[in-house]
């Protein structure tokens, strides 16, 4: 009995505090030239326990500059936050994009979010441009 309700909290636990960010589209829109093809990653997670995005930027090696842009209604009001990553010497990076407003170290949630959408777009060494948006579902 003691393991089945083990195997009940793992399990509530998960669905409470688990949840994927979508891709809008599987593939990646690439603008510019068609030469040497580069891959720039970037993966995007919902955490309710932060109440934000936390996105991730890998291979940036082969990139010039990263911008990201996330939008949202908050009770009815459009809302939302960009912002560029430069890559100079880095391979990886993260930003943690809050649903909500600070200032002086004190930050407030915003509630009734809905339409939360992540676009980044990767600009290549190559002069290629990568542009992917995710779809968010809270």
């Not at 932060?50 to 082969?62: A, D, E, Y």
């Not at 809302?79 to 943690?96: A, N």
């Amino acid at each position: 009995m003691k393991c089945a309700s083990q195997i009940i909290f793992a399990i509530v636990f998960l669905l409470l505090f688990a949840s994927p960010v979508c891709a809008a589209k599987l593939r990646v829109k690439k603008i510019g030239p068609a030469s040497t093809p580069s891959v720039s990653y970037s993966s995007a997670k919902l955490s309710r326990l932060t109440n934000s995005v936390i996105v991730t930027f890998q291979n940036l090696g082969t990139v010039k500059k990263v911008s990201y842009e996330l939008s949202y209604m908050a009770n009815g009001v459009a809302q939302g936050v960009m912002g560029t990553v430069q890559t100079t010497g880095l391979i990886s990076d993260s930003r943690d994009l809050y649903f909500g407003t600070c200032s002086k170290g004190v930050c407030t949630p915003h509630y009734n979010i809905t339409g939360a959408t992540l676009t980044i777009t990767s600009q290549l060494t190559n002069g290629a441009t990568n542009i992917k948006r995710y779809k968010i579902k809270i």
